[in-house]
């Protein structure tokens, strides 16, 4: 909006061009001594005529041009009687006056914004100016910009843009932490509209602007994704302009192009820098010898990989460039190949000495374990844990400090931790044809990993060895039953450890995530596997099924789930009442019939009788605010007043949980949902809050400091107690049903062992 104003008040419908002869290179104004500009002024003066009078033409309606004229009036610059610099000089003072009064205006509104839109405004914004350096605002000191008379008018407009980008951003590109993902996109988005343009002089970019690009397109991967492409690209115009590159620019430019797929030329452009950028006394010497490894590895040449391997340990330069070696040839299929990956790890290894690192072996093991090296992937991480004092090479047999279930375990965690979960099941399975079971509870961290991915394929991996597992469970207790559980072990080939039988973990991470992914008939084949393995459930357990019932529709049998807890010695808890409460026809039916309100009411009070049953369950803190809000709105839903009253005081005294003020509005209004949408709706809801808020503050005294943090629940609970009251029968009634309701919910001898004291507890406010 500053530039758009600032080119607008550059145009007048209503100026005077003064005439001008040729001398020389400078004109020579035509004229009286006193009207007589300088040619420096003169120039200027012509520039300006020009183009107002471009933009004039530019303007397609009426309305345009008047409103270019009314910005032009409010500047208030009289073009006509500008005569010396004095006169440039006020005129540039009032568009700066007038800017800087657009400016205001614009940064007052944006202050009401939230700061994500307002930078999005001013990075809009910045691309309106449409200015040069010459023109009234010009580019602050030390910021880079391109000069524009060069290029015609039309080219100027892109170029212009660019430069208010390049002005936007080159002060944060300066601070050093300010560049992020968007400024670089939006450089890159300018770059490439201008890039046609500038094609037309290239030598016209300055140095300073150049080096600008450079820095932004070169920028990290992080807040760059396509570093390498932006570097390729701009290299290429760099280059188009003959501007010369350092050594550093250059090997990145190498690799650039080499990413992009021109590797041919980009190793035919590395060796003609070989007797430059790749000398010893050069600066860029490691940097050089280190892209050269890399290329020729990508390439599988690696005759020349190892020369520059050579070149570089010759010079006492870091052992880890082996590295790309290890893994180039660990990626080739013969036997030859994988034993030079083993040399090569080797011999970085003895060149590191003590200054090997934990992250060296993970990284040579990523590269082993992949391609199928399971014995030089374990021969690493023993190296790794002996620190060098074991080399498995040399050994016919693994010894005992290696073949254990504890030294296994170890690995797997770490192969896990670090995300490489098929090489942590292919080691699990070497080692159990080395005689060596991994831990039920090593593989079930394995599963958990593999289902965390969320990928198709990981999922089936983890179904198949989960179900393997649970195979190997259920057999073992039927060898049991009839006494021949060794037997077991000889179906095993010869030197192999069974497979480890499934535990409770093992079915709870399967259960859960077939009710996850609402797969209830796999939830029902584990169900009766899980019987025919024997082992002891849980609640975990029991949720998952309880719960893959009622998504499946199958009420009753979730139900008869939850009778038959006692029985198998399990305990619910907090998520299975949370589940159950799901079950009841007002929480699952979109109507039901007045008809049936009561028969519903009845069921209501019955599960919450149940879970009055089972108090003990939940935390001492209070309940979860979710499931007490579902139990109030359950009874309010079902217009069951007494079952509401009931519920609300159980729950302050059983369970410790006070509703929250949304809660109470939702009720109020008779909604689950608090909806903002109409006029109505806020009407409505600005009403119910203000008797809410008035009512609870005469209840606090009028003290606003006494209606903080659990007094507020109290004062609300209490309200909400007021609000549900029967006004129309006596106090006696009310009692008397409250009491056979709290009966039927549980709470009779919490709540009323004496009406004396039902009367209290009932009746606050």
């Not at 001008?20 to 290179?25: A, N, V, Y």
């Not at 797997?412 to 991994?438: C, H």
């Not at 369950?617 to 979860?624: I, L, N, R, S, T």
């Not at 009966?743 to 009323?752: F, I």
């Amino acid at each position: 909006m500053n530039s758009l104003n600032r080119s607008k008040q550059d145009a007048s419908n209503d100026f005077s061009v003064q005439y001008f002869d040729q001398d020389g290179d400078k004109p020579t104004a035509v004229g009286s001594e006193d009207t007589l500009l300088s040619p420096e002024i003169a120039e200027h003066a012509l520039g300006q005529a020009f183009r107002l009078g471009e933009m004039k033409h530019m303007l397609q309606t009426r309305e345009e041009r008047d409103a270019l004229q009314q910005v032009i009036n409010q500047v208030g610059v009289d073009w006509k009687n500008i005569k010396t610099e004095e006169d440039i000089a006020q005129a540039k003072a009032k568009m700066r006056a007038y800017t800087a009064s657009i400016d205001a205006e614009i940064e007052k509104a944006k202050s009401e914004l939230p700061k994500e839109l307002r930078d999005q405004i001013t990075l809009e914004m910045s691309g309106l100016n449409l200015e040069d350096e010459q023109d009234v605002m010009s580019a602050p000191a030390g910021i880079p910009q391109i000069p524009l008379q060069a290029w015609t008018l039309n080219q100027r407009r892109k170029i212009s843009k660019l430069n208010s980008v390049i002005r936007h951003v080159s002060p944060k590109l300066r601070s050093g932490t300010g560049l992020t993902k968007k400024l670089v996109l939006t450089v890159y988005k300018s770059y490439q509209q201008a890039r046609l343009a500038l094609a037309h002089g290239w030598s016209n970019v300055p140095l300073d602007v150049w080096d600008f690009f450079w820095k932004v397109f070169s920028a990290d991967e992080s807040i760059n994704l396509h570093r390498l492409a932006h570097v390729s690209l701009l290299a290429k115009d760099m280059s188009e302009a003959k501007v010369t590159l350092t050594p550093a620019q250059q090997l990145l430019t190498i690799e650039a192009v080499f990413v992009e797929g021109w590797d041919v030329r980009a190793i035919d452009n590395w060796k003609r820098c070989t007797s430059t950028l790749g000398q010893e006394s050069s600066e860029s010497f490691q940097d050089f010898w280190e892209l050269g490894v890399r290329m020729y590895c990508r390439i599988g040449d690696m005759a020349q990989a190892e020369r520059a391997v050579a070149k570089l340990l010759e010079n006492h330069s870091d052992p880890r460039i082996l590295l790309p070696i290890i893994r180039t040839y660990s990626e080739k299929d013969t036997e030859q190949d994988r034993e030079k990956a083993w040399s090569a790890y080797r011999r970085m290894r003895e060149l590191l000495g003590q200054n090997i690192t934990i992250e060296d072996y993970d990284q040579v093991i990523s590269y082993f374990l992949p391609t199928n090296q399971i014995e030089n992937a374990l021969y690493a991480f023993v190296d790794m844990m002996s620190d060098g004092q074991i080399n498995l090479k040399e050994q016919k047999y693994l010894p005992s400090v290696v073949a254990n279930k504890f030294f296994l375990g170890k690995w797997l965690k770490r192969l896990i931790g670090a995300g490489d979960l098929d090489g942590a099941y292919e080691v699990s399975e070497f080692m159990r044809q080395k005689g060596v079971a991994a831990a039920a509870i090593h593989l079930n961290g394995l599963i958990g990993a593999w289902q965390r991915t969320g990928g198709a394929d990981n999922v089936d991996k983890a179904d198949e060895l989960a179900w393997s597992m649970i195979e190997a469970r259920i057999q073992f207790v039927r060898a049991r039953s009839q006494g021949n559980a060794a037997a077991l072990e000889k179906n095993e080939p010869r030197g192999t450890a069974p497979l480890p039988r499934a535990t409770l973990e093992t079915f709870s991470l399967l259960a859960e995530n077939y009710r996850v992914r609402g797969l209830h008939s796999r939830l029902e084949s584990l169900w009766e596997a899980f019987r025919d393995a024997e082992i002891s459930p849980d609640i975990f357990m029991m949720n998952q099924l309880l719960e893959s019932y009622i998504n499946a529709g199958q009420y009753n049998e979730a139900l008869e789930l939850y009778a038959s807890l006692p029985g198998r010695g399990v305990a619910p808890d907090p998520y299975t009442f949370s589940a159950l409460w799901k079950t009841i026809a007002i929480n699952r039916l979109h109507i039901v019939p007045p008809a049936a309100l009561e028969t519903e009411a009845v069921a209501t009070r019955s599960l919450f009788a149940e879970m009055v049953k089972s108090k003990e369950a939940f935390a001492p803190e209070g309940m979860d605010g979710q499931l007490g809000r579902k139990i109030l709105h359950s009874f309010r839903r079902l217009k069951d007043q007494p079952g509401f009253l009931v519920a609300l005081i159980a729950l302050k005294e059983v369970f410790n949980f006070l509703p929250s003020e949304t809660l109470v509005l939702e009720i109020l209004l008779g909604t689950t949902k608090i909806s903002w949408e109409l006029d109505t709706h806020k009407r409505r809801l600005m009403t119910v809050k203000k008797d809410m808020d008035r009512e609870i503050l005469a209840w606090a005294g009028g003290d606003v400091e006494k209606l903080e943090g659990r007094q507020r629940g109290e004062a609300l609970y209490e309200y909400l107690q007021k609000k549900f009251w029967p006004s129309s029968e006596s106090e006696e009634d009310v009692q008397e049903v409250l009491v056979d309701v709290a009966a039927q919910m549980g709470v009779h001898e919490l709540l009323a062992p004496t009406k004396k004291k039902a009367k209290r507890r009932f009746f606050i406010f």
